[in-house]
């Protein structure tokens, strides 16, 4: 899925651009133009849109540059407390 349309699946299950624009406290314009494809869905704002949508759009989907498994490893890569 590419970003913009990975966006604009996040506004239509936010309830719409200006929904999500109020949540994430951004401007409608700023949604849109991550909608259209005209900018990129900066990596913090993948993250929020990625709790919000409870998982159901991908940080990866919204932000595909941004290299998520070196700051994110593997469940099974992750210590756990003695």
Do not use: H, Y
Request: glycine share 4%.
């Amino acid at each position: 899925m590419k970003s913009a349309e990975a966006a604009k699946k996040a506004s239509r299950l936010l309830g719409s651009q200006a929904e999500m624009a109020r949540l994430l406290r951004v401007t409608a314009p700023t949604v849109n133009q991550w909608c259209s494809g005209e900018r990129s869905v900066p990596a913090k704002r993948a993250l929020q849109i990625e709790a919000l949508t409870e998982g159901q759009i991908k940080k990866a989907d919204l932000c595909p540059s941004f290299p998520w498994g070196q700051i994110n490893p593997a469940p099974s890569q992750t210590l756990t407390a003695a």
